[in-house]
């Protein structure tokens, strides 16, 4: 049975412009999430807040967009905006765990109110002309709170329910509580969609385990470690060689991006360095790259460093997940 692998949004992170290079030079994915869009309103829509998102099946990658919001007419209004414009998926985003958003009941903080998620999406559900589906958590505060929100996700034709198994309050540190997961499989009556720590092909194995007949995975900073992970995933060898040289091309793309689209310089690098906090735990002294990526101050100096870490010893899955663990400290 060959998984259905997604790509994770990361607001910040995988703009438009990582996406494309990501599917152009590497590939491996079924879809990739667009990071959620936010303050759309209920009248007309900005076409800023849409410059991330491509033409739908842009060059056979699909994109799905994804929304952050508390207001049924808001979600109506961008969902149906995007329907004509091809795309026939539009995310719901119950997850996000930052105070900002979530203090205002919007992300998870809407899952202690599973009264209000009912409101929403008994206005959604009757208007929207995409598909809904959902991304969330186990809860805002307790992983109990899931249990209260399924219920109401059955009474809805959602198309499928990405869930992360970690709290809001967790944020992205600790573990991602696959059995918990395991738990709510039994009380969904929408495809469940796994999310949460898989950083190699093996970790992948073990949660299969687990979790039989599962078929739907999303990768999150796993793919941002090791862009290759989807492919590794699919059983794909890839010669350290073409590696280096995907990974060449991917970078370009990026690099491109930043000194065309972002500015002033010192943004160009500032993404680039996001990016590298977690890429850089594909190579075997991870830290040592990303110190001296950091210290760069201006564009030679980033590309020196960049070049001299993409020409480095590749990690293996041992340093990848010491990577990754490090990262959910
Ligand atoms: C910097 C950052 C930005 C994120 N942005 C989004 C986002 O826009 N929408 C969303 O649904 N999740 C977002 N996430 C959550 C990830 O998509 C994913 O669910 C999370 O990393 C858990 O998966 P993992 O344990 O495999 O990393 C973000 C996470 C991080 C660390």
Not at 34 to 46: E, K, L, Q, R, V
Not at 190 to 211: F, M, S
Not at 290 to 305: T, W
């Amino acid at each position: 049975m060959q998984p259905v692998l997604m790509m994770a949004p990361f607001r910040g992170l995988s703009l438009k412009a990582y996406r494309q290079a990501l599917a152009r030079h590497i590939g491996g994915y079924d879809s990739y999430y667009a990071p959620f869009i936010s303050g759309t309103g209920t009248t007309s829509i900005h076409p800023s807040k849409l410059v991330d998102l491509p033409a739908a099946n842009d060059g056979g990658t699909t994109t799905i967009p994804q929304l952050i919001s508390n207001r049924a007419d808001e979600i109506i209004l961008l969902g149906n905006a995007l329907y004509e414009r091809g795309y026939d998926e539009l995310n719901w985003n119950l997850g996000c765990p930052f105070a900002r958003i979530a203090n205002k009941k919007r992300g998870c903080g809407l899952l202690p109110h599973p009264e209000e998620i009912e409101r929403i999406l008994d206005k959604v559900c009757r208007e929207l002309k995409p598909r809904l589906s959902v991304k969330t958590r186990l809860g805002k505060t307790e992983p109990g709170e899931i249990l209260r929100i399924l219920p109401v996700f059955n009474q809805y034709p959602i198309k499928h329910i990405i869930l992360h198994p970690r709290t809001g309050k967790q944020l992205y540190r600790g573990k991602a509580r696959a059995e918990a997961f395991k738990e709510c499989l039994k009380h969904s009556a929408h495809p469940l969609v796994y999310n949460g720590d898989i950083y190699h092909a093996g970790r992948l194995k073990k949660l299969q385990e687990l979790l039989p007949g599962q078929r739907h995975w999303m990768l999150g900073r796993g793919a941002l470690i090791n862009p290759f992970l989807a492919r590794e995933i699919r059983g794909h060898f890839i010669s350290d060689n073409k590696k280096r040289e995907g990974l060449e091309a991917f970078h370009r793309s990026l690099w491109e991006h930043a000194k065309g689209h972002i500015f002033p310089e010192k943004r160009q690098i500032g993404w680039m360095k996001a990016l590298w906090h977690y890429l850089s735990g594909l190579f075997a002294h991870g830290e040592h790259l990303f110190c001296q990526i950091k210290r760069a101050q201006d564009s030679g100096e980033y590309l020196r460093a960049a070049h001299h870490a993409i020409a480095q010893e590749f990690a293996g899955d041992k340093g990848i997940e010491a990577h990754f663990m490090r990262l959910t400290r």
